[in-house]
């Protein structure tokens, strides 16, 4: 499992193998998960590369879409190569796809299939051993096909350096797992949120699990006191309490949290505190005490501190830096009307 976290947190550079009659949304969408997460960050963190054996164009499916493309030695260093397929699959796994495939496992290069893409892999005997995602309608004719291959019922499959992916929608929730593992959870939740593949902002928390549960994260007992957490940040929890509710042990839960996020549940719970607390800076007229009280902190000291320690600036400085902002904006003899606002109370889970 560690080398799989490893493998994925270090994907930068993603090179996509189009074959002919390839399906378009499948490479949309993973791209656009790309493209988006470079947005939100404001860097390239991300690079791709769409790729044939010629370096010439691929058509798509559809029979009205070209992707310009280059060839494997063109694309440069690539991290992760998936392949992209379609319907028409047989067809086109010819020597030379089989031969790039190998070739590129050779050089270490991580594979990976979209849609029919995984189908290209087996038939190159690259997925022997491995688990995989494949299509419902196709997965009893590839038992009988490649009977080295564990098909499990799943979106996507990612085991060891093997990425296998099912068709339509699938890839978006694939990438975003991609982009939660390098770049963090709420990185992935930005981009679900803004590719409306879950609902806004104020969604409730199941829909949070079941955003979750596509982001690839192993245990739900995770899933849930991540849940816990976000609604219950002005009366928080103790953590063995939020352990016990999710049915394991704070040995446990401390054990998930390092392993599938890369922190502690106390530091991602403070984290979750302290970004609330900023959305109620820069978006409430809220006194600092009362903005502490209502993200749990037992006094506006611990909370300036722990606020500081996390942005690198104190909640008053933070209030005075937007109200500047606000007022060389405007000009100063401008005067803003700010309407009442109440503070929910955040509801406790009741068992």
Known sequence: ???????????????FLALNDFTMVALSC???????????????????????PSGRTAYAGDGLTQARAVSYPDAGKLDVVLVCGGAKRPAHFDDAVLALLR?????????????????????????????????????????????????????????????????????????????????????????SDRLAAEKARDRDPHDKIATARRFGLEHMALIEIV???????????????????????????QRIFQDSLGTTPTKHYLSLRLKRARELIFQTPLSITQI??????????????????FYGVTPSGERKQKLDGERGAKGSSSTTAVEPYRVAQNRRYAP
């Open 1 to 15: 499992m560690e080398r799989t976290r490893t493998t994925l947190r270090a994907i930068r550079r993603i090179g």
């Open 30 to 52: 993973a791209i656009e998960v790309l493209r988006m997460a470079n947005q939100i960050s404001q860097k390239e963190d991300y690079a791709w590369s769409v790729i044939t």
């Open 103 to 191: 070739q590129i496992e050779r050089d270490g290069v991580v594979l990976g299939g979209l849609s029919g893409g995984t189908y290209a892999l087996a038939e190159a005997g690259l997925l022997d051993g491995y688990k995989c995602a494949i299509d419902r309608d196709d997965a009893e004719l590839v038992r009988q096909t490649y009977p080295h291959i564990t098909i499990q019922d799943s979106p996507f499959v990612i085991d060891r350096n093997r990425i296998t992916c099912t068709g339509g929608i699938a890839p978006i929730h694939l990438m975003l797992s991609l982009v939660a593992s390098g770049f963090g959870y709420e990185r992935a939740v930005e981009i």
């Open 227 to 253: 849940s816990l957490m976000e609604t219950n940040l002005e009366e928080v929890l103790p953590l063995t309490e939020l352990a016990r509710l999710a049915g394991i042990s704070l040995r446990q839960a």
């Open 292 to 309: 502490s009280v209502a993200c749990g902190f037992e006094s506006p000291g611990h909370f300036s501190r722990s606020y500081k320690a």
